[in-house]
């Protein structure tokens, strides 16, 4: 295997999802279904989709256990302080990684999203 190339998560409400990602943290969408929305980050360099559960989820946190990583050219601290200006409110500190500095959100269904500052 060379690299993973997409990938998809399971939501509990499509919706409150889509606005979560697109309101608070700014991806924007490149395509959409009536099961899913695929996003793009950086001038599509990064994609990914929320989607409508592929079995039964019964109202559980599907994320949990479950972190993705973005790296961004912005300041991480600039970054967090406007997810936070934008109403984020699962921004954790910014930490140092052995990749670099970075910070944590959590989404609306408990996915961990990751945001490393690249140089």
Do not use: C
């Not at 395509?31 to 994609?47: H, L």
């Not at 961004?72 to 990749?99: H, R």
């Not at 999203?113 to 140089?119: A, G, I, N, P, V």
């Amino acid at each position: 295997m060379k690299q993973l190339t997409f990938a998809s998560l399971q939501v509990n409400d499509l919706e409150a999802s889509k606005e979560f990602y697109t309101r608070k943290l700014g991806f924007e969408i490149g395509d959409r279904n009536s099961q899913a929305y695929i996003f793009k980050y950086n001038q599509g360099e990064a994609s990914f989709a929320i989607r409508t559960p592929l079995e039964p989820i019964d109202g559980r946190e599907p994320g949990i256990g479950v972190a993705l990583w973005f790296a961004v050219n912005d300041n991480v601290d600039e970054l967090k302080a406007q997810f936070i200006s934008n109403g984020v409110t699962t921004a954790g500190p910014i930490i140092e990684t052995p990749f670099g500095r970075a910070f944590h959100v959590k989404d609306l269904d408990g996915y961990k999203l990751t945001f490393l500052e690249t140089k």
